[in-house]
């Protein structure tokens, strides 16, 4: 199963339906591509920073995701959530709470050896995923 697919397991049902895939889209292209927010260890530290540290390693780690909630995800990307929420024309808990659903599961699949990849590995598994997501817009 490819990567999108499966994360849209997790987003997708009474949350967001068919706008699951904009929001991998958006969270790729706000959080972890956008060289302002530091990439996926700019997002970890943001955590970190918050208190939330052990939860985000853990997302990262070969073990078990620990939860989040979607008031965690409000404390910590606060604005990314407005955002979120005005694009996708969702309610801002609604936004929070599939970031809560979405994060660890992302963060698991882009860090599968239980670390960080470089730089360069995290950018190839982004586009895939990029182009995952909108070829599934199109069809």
Do not use: C, H
Not at 41 to 52: I, M, R
Not at 83 to 93: D, K
């Amino acid at each position: 199963m490819s990567l999108l697919k499966t994360l849209l397991m997790f987003v997708g049902g009474a949350l967001l339906g068919p706008k699951a895939g904009q929001l991998i889209n958006l969270v790729v292209s706000r959080l972890l591509e956008d060289p302002q927010t530091g990439g996926l260890g700019g997002l970890l530290k943001s955590f970190q920073d918050k208190g939330y540290g052990d939860q985000a390693a853990s997302w990262v780690s070969t073990g078990q995701n620990q939860s989040i909630s979607a008031d965690q995800i409000q404390d910590v990307l606060g604005g990314l959530v407005q955002q979120v929420s005005q694009a996708l024309g969702v309610s801002q808990q609604n936004a929070s709470a599939s970031l809560a659903e979405l994060l660890p599961n992302l963060i698991d699949k882009l860090t599968p050896d239980g670390q960080v990849p470089d730089s360069t590995t995290l950018a190839q598994r982004l586009a895939e995923l990029k182009t995952e997501s909108q070829q599934e817009q199109v069809t």
